[in-house]
């Protein structure tokens, strides 16, 4: 059975694109991403070839339906040699992109080039993300990533002479050896030099199998002690400069959060290419999860062989809706809510949601189920209560009507 098998296409108005380009110079030493470090012009030019294959099977299931948003991220897409990137965005033109949203690329500060960025604006890029993490050298060498600070001033001087779309910084939190000091000066150095619309702020954390979580156990790396307090003066002084957080990680300037990022988070149907991209659509018997293993070269060969295809049980359904959404500040809407599941929380889970209610961590709004800021910090917590509330729920009762 292939993907037609178990898509439903005439359930989507439109489609968010993610393609994820697996390449970096060498992996950072916190990274969990996919990628892969040294990689052969040979391997690029088989990424690019198996994403092709994978777009047209796509395109010749959903027909002309509208891409609403497109998102390509990494790995390193700016590392991507300059030919293979133009074939991907010529590959991406066959889409049905009137009416388009937002597009989005990553990049990282050493493979920053005007000649990436003369390309972008060929052929419409609108938004583009860098990975900055930190404006201190002694923090960068501790996050083992590749781009020096020149390197990184250079970057952000490129894109203030170059770059007239969108622009996002993602900077990390929580660096074993940060002081608030040295984390509110990267934050204003950045938005003094370069014209940010948005900031990621990511928690550092050891990940599985990381080389920084080797670092942690072999030599005595400590978590950062005090990192609640350094990142809650962080968003204080983010929000004291305009950038308002709008889900965990991230601010922006009103009216310039990542739309894409937000199709995501509140479950509308996207399509992930590339090794370990994973998309969540409309499938012939409720919702489907597909994702492409972890393997560049299983990728490569036959991607097809690569792709899982999975689907959601309506409880899983319903807890990915919440954990999604529950990371946004306006949290989930109940209109929306209603109408994926037929019912309302408070009619379906009346005891959880009283618990919700009662314990002060649903906050008070007539148009969304909404977390207090303390409450999205503490998301696990809440989440382990709702999917025990879940495993009470008689199965069969939970219908799903996706997309609404
Ligand atoms: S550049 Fe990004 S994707 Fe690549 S290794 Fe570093 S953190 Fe991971």
């Known amino acids: 059975m292939g993907i037609p098998d178990y898509i439903e296409p005439g359930k989507l108005k439109a489609l968010a694109l993610y393609i994820h380009i697996p390449f970096c110079v060498e992996k950072c030493d916190y990274c969990a991403f996919y990628s892969v ?30 891409i609403s948003t497109i998102f390509i991220g990494g790995g390193t897409p700016s590392l991507l040699k300059l030919p293979l990137l133009e074939g991907l ?3 991406i033109e066959l889409f049905n992109l009137d009416g388009l949203e937002e597009y989005s690329i990553e990049a990282n500060p050493e493979s920053l080039s005007p ?23 002694e923090e960068l060498a501790m996050l083992g990533r590749r781009a020096s600070l020149e390197h990184t001033l250079e970057a952000l001087e490129l894109l203030s002479a170059k770059w007239q779309g969108r622009l996002n910084l993602d ?14 000066d990267s934050l204003e150095k950045a938005i003094q030099m370069a014209k940010l619309d948005h900031i990621s702020l990511y928690s550092l954390s050891a990940e599985e199998k990381t080389a920084l979580q080797r670092r942690f156990q072999n030599e005595g790396l400590k978590h950062h002690p005090n990192h609640d307090s350094l990142w809650i ?5 983010l929000q004291s400069q305009g950038f308002l957080n709008y889900e965990m990680a991230n601010f922006a300037k009103p009216g310039k959060e990542c739309r894409h990022n ?3 988070w509140n ?51 319903l807890t990915d809706t919440m954990i999604m959404g529950w990371r946004l500040k306006q949290g989930v809407s ?57 495993d009470e729920l008689p199965s069969g009762l939970l219908r799903v009507n996706w997309p609404e």
């Open 37 to 66: 470090a040294h990689s052969k012009a040979e391997w690029q030019e088989k990424w690019l070839q198996a994403v092709r294959l994978e777009f047209a099977k796509c395109r010749k299931l959903i027909g002309d339906i509208r």
């Open 233 to 237: 003066k962080a968003y204080c002084f």
């Open 267 to 317: 479950l509308k149907p996207y399509w992930g290419f590339g090794p370990s991209a994973y998309s969540t659509l409309p499938g012939k018997k409720g919702v489907l999860r597909l994702s492409y293993a972890s393997d560049l070269h299983l990728f490569n060969g036959r991607a097809d062989k690569a792709l899982a295809i999975e689907s959601l049980t309506p409880k899983e359904f």
């Open 115 to 137: 000649d990436f960025l003369d390309l972008l604006k060929i052929y419409s890029i609108d938004r583009l993300s860098l990975g900055v993490q930190s404006l201190q050298p």
């Open 262 to 264: 937000l199709a995501y």
């Open 89 to 91: 965005f010529k590959e």
């Open 171 to 184: 900077f990390i939190s929580g660096i074993p050896g940060q002081s608030q000091a040295s984390l509110l």
């Open 334 to 390: 109940k209109g929306v809510f209603l109408r994926r599941f037929g019912s309302s929380l408070e009619d379906l889970l009346p005891g959880f949601y009283d618990f919700l209610v009662n314990k002060r961590i649903l906050l008070q709004s007539k148009s969304h189920y909404r977390l207090s800021l303390k409450s999205r910090l503490f998301l696990d917590d809440v989440l382990l209560e709702l999917m025990g509330a879940l």
